[in-house]
DNA sequence: CTCTTTTTTGACCAAACAGTCAAAAATAAA
DNA sequence: TTTATTTTTGACTGTTTGGTCAAAAAAGAG
């Protein structure tokens, strides 16, 4: 009993997951999240319980589909500034590559790297 | 005439260098680099004037010499975190990928990053 | 020694930060 | 309708942030 959450989850994780992709987490504020979700952190925390918790979620939704743009970008955002911290999230991108593992993972992630930085091309 | 800096400045940026590879741009405080390299704010921003010029000086040092630990280290994080919003630090990455580039430079920022991340093993 | 220029010093600042909480509102269940 | 439980709200907090600046100290040049 008691009242249902008035927002989708997913969706929401969706849209954080698009600010963490875009800014990386630490540059990524909360009043970004607040802003871009239209939640307040009262919510986004009895939800998510962190700023990493909030990471997690989304970097776990996204990993449930299939590998896109967001997904790459939410791994190499964990690898970099998150996994070194946090074991959860090393252990998910490590999960990850195990399943993925194939001789040109390690290419992908580094042309990912490069466009993201806008050293090379790519969509978007 | 006047005074000369009585710290050595290329000893200095590798210090700084290596305090951004471990806990990248945006997590690495202004107080991390005061107390590691024992200068106080003021000489800091009088000789590189702010922390993106201090991550441009480290990164410009150190892809002088032959690549390394730090060099891979600064390189992703410069893409990463740096470069999207940093002309000057994407045009050095860039100007550097043009003179790396070779069959296996993105496998090699991919490995790069993996074990920054914890996901695979490497050296230290 | 004096003069001039430079560096050093460290206290200081406003803004931004992640996170908290008690009260109010909403609603599912009885 | 009442009650129990949950979510929403938004003001609030202490901390940390990158950056500034005027005064003091140092030292090269004459």
Redesign the interface.
Known sequence: MGRNKKFNQEQVLAEIGKLFVKY?F??TSLDDIVKCTGLLRGSLYSTFGSKQGMFVSALKLSLKGENNQVSWGLL??????V??RNNMV?DI??QW?KENKSA????????Q??K?????EGGQ
């Open positions: 990386g630490n540059a190499i955002i964990a690898m970099l500034e996994a070194p090393r991108v490590q590559y040109n993972v390690a290419e992908l992630i580094g042309l790297l490069l993201h930085g806008g050293i090379i």
